[in-house]
């Protein structure tokens, strides 16, 4: 990885340390796509499989035509530049998923047919299935990353065994601003464990505000699942190192809901396009909040109170 045409990569507009010791390359995990037991011991050993090119880049590129198609529709996209380079006018919102999801054929076979169902069955070894919900991201120029945080306190009510795949929608170069996996963070449940065992849309029923979380009103109580504010103390605090790479058209990083990840910010003046998927067998238990024609989500039907 090349740092020679950035002064710096921040995430949450904090500068992060480049040296060797605190940032590095994600490990690649491509030459055993398709064998079981070294996936899933490099699952183990690592908490994420970095696959390029497990997808086929033409339905990925399909896929970003209908989302930079349909971002120009909504009057987003800097039409001076060709619509597959997806600049943002400034100040562009951020979407996550039915505008640019709903009819996206190509999508929708990316992320749930070919190779990402035949890799998922050689991963868990059985029929799989998927969550309904797509989480897409579209994060135009100049906008800060994502939080440090794990997936399991937002889906954690069915299967542990669960994996998470961030696919880009194009190139995302480390300017454009792709996921960061802190290293080996799966391995710290002593130091997570409190964490880890939170739910997002549990809240307090005898607090002042349990009404609007119950109408729905607020979504969340005091808390919006993020494990730190900061990518650079906690870095320090858990170890490690932050892994990214410079990611490209047909590659997926796979990880577990027990990962820490991030994003870098996005330094340019593009859209980065992704999407989050969720995989796991289809024999055990799916958390009732993503699944369905229309998944409750983080909505009122998917709040649990109790007496804090």
């Known amino acids: 990885m090349s740092m020679v045409t950035l002064p710096k990569l921040t995430s949450l507009g904090l500068e992060l340390d480049l040296q060797g010791s605190a940032f590095g390359d994600l490990r690649r995990s491509d030459d055993m796509a398709h064998l079981a037991v070294a996936l899933r011991e490099r699952m183990s050993e690592d908490g994420y499989l970095y696959?390029?090119?497990?997808?086929?880049?033409?339905?990925?590129?399909?896929?970003?035509?209908?989302?930079?198609?349909?971002?120009?529709?909504?009057?987003?996209?800097?039409?001076?530049?060709?619509r597959l380079a997806a600049v943002s006018k400034p100040g562009g919102p951020s979407f996550m998923a039915k505008p640019l999801t709903h009819g996206n054929r190509a999508l929708q076979a990316v992320l749930y047919g070919g190779a990402m169902l035949e890799f998922y069955e050689c991963l868990l070894g059985g029929p799989v299935r998927h969550y309904d919900y797509t989480w897409f991201r579209s994060i135009p120029g100049r906008m800060n990353g994502t939080y440090p945080h794990c997936d399991i306190v937002y889906m954690g009510r069915g299967t542990h065994n669960l994996y998470t795949s961030w696919t880009p929608i194009g190139d995302v170069s480390l300017e454009l601003g792709g996921?960061?996996?802190?290293?080996?963070?799966?391995?710290?449940?002593?130091?997570?464990?409190?964490?880890?065992?939170?739910?997002?849309?549990?809240?307090?029923?005898?607090?002042?505000?349990?009404?609007?979380?119950?109408?729905?009103?607020?979504?969340?109580?005091?808390?919006?699942?993020?494990?730190?504010?900061?990518?650079?103390?906690?870095?320090?605090?858990?170890?490690?190192?932050?892994?990214?790479?410079?990611?490209?058209?047909?590659?997926?990083?796979?990880?577990?809901?027990?990962?820490?990840?991030?994003s870098l910010d996005n330094q340019s003046d593009r859209y980065r396009l992704s999407a989050d998927s969720r995989y796991q067998l289809a024999s055990e238990p799916v958390d009732e909040r993503w699944i369905g024609e229309n998944p409750i989500a983080h909505g009122a039907a998917g709040k649990k109170g109790k007496i804090c």
């Open 179 to 262: 996921l960061m996996i802190l290293e080996n963070s799966h391995r710290q449940e002593d130091k997570l464990r409190q964490y880890l065992q939170r739910d997002v849309d549990t809240y307090c029923s005898n607090y002042p505000d349990a009404a609007e979380i119950e109408s729905g009103e607020k979504t969340w109580q005091d808390w919006d699942g993020r494990l730190s504010s900061n990518p650079v103390s906690l870095r320090e605090k858990l170890g490690g190192r932050w892994l990214t790479t410079e990611f490209k058209l047909g590659d997926v990083l796979v990880f577990s809901t027990a990962t820490v990840h991030a």
């Open 51 to 82: 696959l390029p090119g497990l997808l086929d880049r033409d339905q990925v590129l399909a896929a970003r035509q209908f989302v930079v198609d349909r971002l120009a529709e909504l009057g987003h996209l800097d039409e001076n530049h060709p």
